[in-house]
């Protein structure tokens, strides 16, 4: 069993739809993944780090381990090499791999936006419905932009706006891999090295990256 966890606020149901679909498009050998049914708090910190990886290490069934947090303001590459580290020291039975959004997981949307363009959002919950105006797309620097939500937000309905607990999870079920991938998102491709480390390295004690 793959184990996530996540940090943020509607991250739980969209982060394993995410992985699900990427796993079966990547076509990487079949591993049980778990939906990660709550937020695993401070995983900024070196504490909060060690207490998820602790409290994944009593399963009894653990493949691997996917962490997966945003940075709004700190690059991958100035953080996650001490962050390995640490990782590493733990020495877990299963392999880790650790995984930052940057700037945020909505900035998965941005390079899709043309595709949300004109589709209706249902939930999945409750009554109620969102349709995403037909003019929506986004041309810049994906990973640029702090607001990836007040980006999303602009193609809402007047009086409506994004809100990650309610649409997270129906709008990454619309993303696009090969969209991402022809952008080159650096985010998303470190996702899909991530989860290639995790099904490349079973039984092992490595940490990517």
């Known amino acids: 069993m793959i184990y996530i966890l996540v940090e943020g606020h509607g991250d739980t149901g969209a982060v394993s739809n995410l992985v699900n679909r990427l796993w079966l498009d990547l076509q990487l050998p079949f591993i049980p993944i778990h939906s990660p049914g709550l937020r695993w708090k401070n995983l900024h910190k070196l504490e909060g780090l060690k207490k998820g990886v602790e409290y994944i290490r009593t399963k009894q069934n653990v493949s691997g381990l996917l962490i997966v947090r945003d940075d709004e303001d700190n690059c991958p590459v100035n953080v996650v090499p001490d962050v390995s580290v640490n990782l590493r020291a733990l020495n877990t039975p299963f392999p880790i791999a650790y995984h930052i959004m940057y700037r945020e997981f909505e900035t998965l949307f941005l390079p899709c ?39 999303v937000s602009r193609f809402y309905p007047q009086g409506k706006s994004y809100k990650p607990n309610v649409d997270q999870l129906p709008l990454t079920r619309l993303i696009d891999f090969e969209i991402l991938r022809r952008v080159q998102l650096p985010c998303f491709g470190t996702l899909e090295r991530c989860l290639r480390h995790l099904a490349n390295n079973q039984g092992k004690s490595n940490v990517y990256p």
């Open 113 to 151: 936006l043309n595709v949300f363009a004109g589709q209706e959002i249902k939930y999945d919950f409750g009554a109620g419905k969102i349709l995403i105006s037909r003019d929506a797309n986004f041309i810049g620097d994906f990973e640029g932009n702090r607001d990836a939500k007040g980006i």
